[in-house]
């Protein structure tokens, strides 16, 4: 698309400008519907794709790449129009997948919302609006002059989770939330605000208007009129009895930090540290391979079941919590060895070369055995299991 520059007003008070660059440079002629258009299409993009995850900062990006570093405020869109074109988004790239699991994320919502029943939580965000997409967070907020009080109730359910005290600048002002962030069968975020708080009417960052929020009673309401023919108690208890995976991955990947093995094939020391080296090689081979990356996480977990038996022992532990491809990865890994080392039959190297993963099952060999360094900087468990849950939610 040609542009040619316009020349700048004498009211600089009227424009953005960027405070990183010393050299600015004039904005792009474009009429102010289509100008406020494509800012809140790229704005839109950076969200979607995780880049940014404040609206503010994510239009104000979008107009200094589209204006070259100016852009008057009347041509800055809405929150309510980005939110719109990330709904574009998600209906382009997900189809109808995108809310196929919003009813399931109300429903983890409630419970979780009792568990804190004590703390007045309120389920806000797009779960409750419905906007919701790929990767999209349970957001709530809860009420208590003691974080600790709301860590305790999750580390009593068995619960692992971060808090987070994140700075925000916004129009000059700078203002710290507190966040506490876990997994259970969905991503959940939990903002703390003060006790005193609960009856706060908050704005919406997109309406302007008071923010869409509903209480455990206003959520079970809405649930019974949303799904009329939702069991909702029955719904609750189904959704406490399911496991989420990383977390089974977690429990059998932290014993092996005290594994140890002959310094002459594991210098590197124990198993924990060697299987997050393997993880982050093969990372580096197959960075949206989940299926091959999980097999190098945890080819090994079971060295700390039983070391005789070590592969026969992860894959029973792992269960049903990993594909069909990756227990094959993880069952053939020592084979892959013997083939590596020319030490197998023929007849077993043929049925391994018949498999469509031979490859990947070849590179993850070569993955185990280069991921054996004494100072090698390797990730560590929960930057390897987000990178995962992040593939999920992208991928599925």
């Not at 002002?173 to 005193?196: G, K, Q, V």
């Not at 609960?198 to 208007?209: I, L, P």
Request: contains cysteine; aromatic residues 8%; charged residues 30%.
């Amino acid at each position: 698309m040609s542009v040619q520059p316009y020349s700048l007003t004498s009211q600089a008070s009227n424009l953005i400008r960027d405070p990183r660059r010393e050299n600015m440079v004039a904005p792009v002629e474009m009429s102010g519907d289509k100008l406020r258009r494509e800012i809140a299409f790229e704005a839109a993009r950076l969200m979607y794709t995780r880049q940014e995850s404040e609206y503010y900062r994510a239009k104000l990006k979008a107009g200094r790449k589209l204006c070259r570093g100016w852009v008057k405020p009347r041509d800055l869109p809405s929150n309510a129009e980005i939110r719109d074109a990330i709904q574009s988004f998600a209906r382009l790239h997900e189809g109808d997948e995108r809310t196929a699991n919003l009813r399931e994320m109300r429903i983890a919502a409630l419970r979780i919302m009792r568990l804190l029943k004590r703390f007045r939580p309120r389920l806000i965000g797009s779960v409750m609006t419905g906007h919701v997409r790929r990767g999209s967070d349970i957001d709530l907020h809860v009420f208590s002059d003691s974080i600790e009080a709301v860590s305790a109730v999750l580390r009593d359910e068995g619960i692992a989770h971060d808090v987070e005290r994140k700075q925000v600048r916004k129009h000059g002002e700078e203002r710290i939330f507190t966040h506490i962030h876990f997994h259970d069968e969905f991503p959940f975020e939990l903002t703390i605000y003060a006790s005193n708080q609960a009856h706060y009417v908050f704005k919406s960052s997109v309406t302007g208007k008071a923010i869409e929020r509903a209480s455990i009673a206003e959520l079970e309401q809405f649930l019974h009129e949303e799904y009329p023919d939702l069991n909702l108690e029955n719904a609750v208890a189904a959704a406490e009895e399911r496991v989420d995976r990383f977390q089974i991955y977690e429990m059998l990947l932290v014993p092996l930090e005290k594994v140890k093995q002959s310094r002459k094939y594991h210098p590197e020391g124990d198993m924990l540290f060697h299987s997050l080296q393997v993880f982050d090689l093969a990372r580096d081979e197959r960075p949206y391979d989940e299926e091959f990356l999980t097999a190098a996480l945890l080819h090994d977990v079971g060295k700390a079941i039983d070391p005789d038996d070590h592969v026969y022992a992860g894959l029973e532990a792992l269960g049903d919590y990993i594909t069909p491809r990756t227990a094959w990865l993880i069952e053939h890994h020592m084979a892959a060895h013997a083939v590596a080392d020319g030490t197998i039959g023929a007849r077993a190297r043929r049925r391994l070369e018949a498999s469509d993963d031979f490859e990947e099952l070849m590179l993850l060999e070569e993955c185990d055995a280069a991921g054996r360094e004494p100072a090698y900087d390797a990730p560590d468990i929960d930057e390897a299991l987000d990178y995962l849950r992040e593939l999920d939610a992208m991928c599925g």
